[in-house]
């Protein structure tokens, strides 16, 4: 069974640029969440959209954004990059009923704005 | 609002070495509790979960109990090896069924043989 997939791993940008990552979740899975680490705040949630449908939604500026596909694949988006949106963006999936929301996560896409 | 707490690392242990790592959260409710474990280069992988007071989780030797009374959720392992070697990340979610989760800052270990 393939695990999530995100595309690309790594990436270099510069100010003001935007980035789109990928994500392609666990076959059957119908739920994606987005999270972005970094040393100093550590695991942030992003968002999580389910059915296509933007579930939950973290606190960040609206220059993220995302949107999810009918074949559960999403993708998120940055626009108008900063030097402090240099992260790692880790994309997890899940079932999305109400088990037990265990997260799968993919190995995450390595963002360097320069 | 909802947070986690984890002991500081890093921590460095001998192999055999006795294991514990400090979480002790803030939530309304009742949330359910988990332990990500990152190895380098990788996502993070679930470790062990819990999603009510008095359980216990445990896979791979590694254990934490739901403690509601102390708002805690420490790791164990008797015997760390090596390969445990990895960052260790408590985190909860507010209700059963939400994805998303709060992450503690994660705690660095390093095992030496």
Known sequence: ?114 | GNSVTQMEGPVTLSEEAFLTINCTYTATGYPSLFWYVQYPGEGLQLLLKATKADDKGSNKGFEATYRKETTSFHLEKGSVQVSDSAVYFCALSDFLGNEKLTFGTGTRLTIIP
Not at chain 1, 11 to 25: A, D, E, H
Not at chain 1, 68 to 90: C, H, I, K, P, W
């Open chain 1, 1 to 114: 069974k393939a695990g999530v997939t995100q595309t690309p791993r790594y990436l270099i940008k510069t100010r003001g640029q935007q980035v789109t990552l990928s994500c392609s979740p666990i076959s059957g899975h119908r739920s994606v969440s987005w999270y972005q680490q970094t040393p100093g705040q550590g695991l942030q949630f992003l968002f999580e959209y389910f059915s296509e449908t933007q579930r939950n939604k973290g606190n960040f500026p609206g220059r993220f954004s995302g949107r999810q596909f009918s074949n559960s694949r999403s993708e998120m988006n940055v626009s108008t990059l900063e030097l402090g949106d240099s992260a790692l963006y880790l994309c997890a999936s899940s079932g999305g009923g109400s088990g037990a929301n265990v997260l799968t996560f993919g190995a995450g896409s390595r963002l360097t704005v320069l």
